[in-house]
Nanobody, 117 residues
C-alpha cells in the first residue's frame, strides 16, 4: 500500500508562485516505474490532469498550464513536485498527487491552492 502526502498549497495573488510537493511511501523501485502526476479539482468541476511524468516517457501538461507549471520527480526520494508560476485565479482548486502502475492507483488527500485576483 502506498500513501501520498502533499504539501505546499496556500493563498497567493495572481501572478505569484507556489511549489507543491508530494512524498510517497513504498519502495523506490515501484515509484520509479510508476506514472506520477498532479491533478486538480475546482468546485463544481471534474478532476482534471495538470501534469504527469509517465515512467520512462515524456512529461505531459494540460494546455492551460503549459509554460507556467513544471513537474519534476526524484525517484530516489520517491517524491514529485509541481512548480507553479504566473498563477491565475482559474488555477484555484484542490490539487492531488497521483501514483499509478497498472491497476494500482494511489491518491493523496489533496492540498488547496487559492489564487486571488
Amino acid at each position: 500500500q502506498v500513501q501520498l502526502v502533499e504539501s505546499g498549497g496556500g493563498l497567493v495573488q495572481a501572478g505569484g508562485s507556489l511549489r507543491l510537493s508530494c512524498s510517497a511511501s513504498g519502495s523506490a523501485f515501484f515509484f520509479a516505474i510508476s506514472d506520477v502526476g498532479w491533478y486538480r479539482q475546482a468546485p463544481g468541476k471534474q478532476r482534471e490532469l495538470v501534469a504527469k511524468i509517465p515512467g520512462g516517457a515524456s512529461v505531459l501538461y494540460a494546455d492551460s498550464v503549459k509554460g507556467r507549471f513544471t513537474i519534476s520527480r526524484d525517484n530516489a526520494k520517491t517524491s514529485v513536485s509541481l512548480q507553479m508560476n504566473s498563477l491565475k485565479p482559474e488555477d484555484t482548486a484542490v490539487y492531488y498527487c497521483n501514483q499509478r502502475r497498472g491497476s494500482d492507483d494511489y491518491w493523496g488527500q489533496g492540498t488547496q491552492v487559492t489564487v486571488s485576483s
